[in-house]
């Protein structure tokens, strides 16, 4: 039995990821730590407190928000649809963080619901 010889090049593919239009709000904003302020700019998220039913987001650039723990909300909405928006400079969000947020596809019925078992280890 003859090993084939793994030549294969790991190509960094620009892949979409896809979580649950359910998926919880907050996991979501740990996860993508992006937040998207209601005058439609794009502020990367420096902490995130949550405190009962709200979350207290500091962003990079300094600007505290309280988020509601709604999957309908304004800010799930923007998560979920990437309207047009603004990027924060201030908050220098990487480039690659950009592009898989653009990547992030939202679906009913497929995709990670980032519960426990996507936290293991
Ligand atoms: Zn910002």
Redesign the pocket.
């Known amino acids: 039995m003859a090993d084939i010889p793994e030549k294969v090049p790991k190509k960094k593919k620009e892949r979409k990821r896809y979580y649950r239009k359910r998926v919880e709000f907050f996991r979501l904003l740990q996860k993508m730590k992006l937040w998207p302020s209601r005058k439609r700019?794009l502020?990367?998220i420096k902490s995130i407190e949550i405190v009962g039913k709200q979350a207290i987001i500091t962003?990079?650039?300094g600007?505290t928000f309280t988020a509601y723990n709604s999957k309908n909300s304004r800010v799930a909405r923007h998560l979920r649809n990437k309207w047009d928006m603004k990027i924060?400079r201030?908050?220098n969000i990487p480039s690659w963080k950009i592009e898989k947020f653009k990547a992030t596809r939202f679906s009913q019925s497929y995709g990670s619901n980032l519960v426990e078992k996507d936290n293991e280890g």
């Open positions: 700019i502020h990367g962003t990079h650039c600007e924060c201030a908050c």
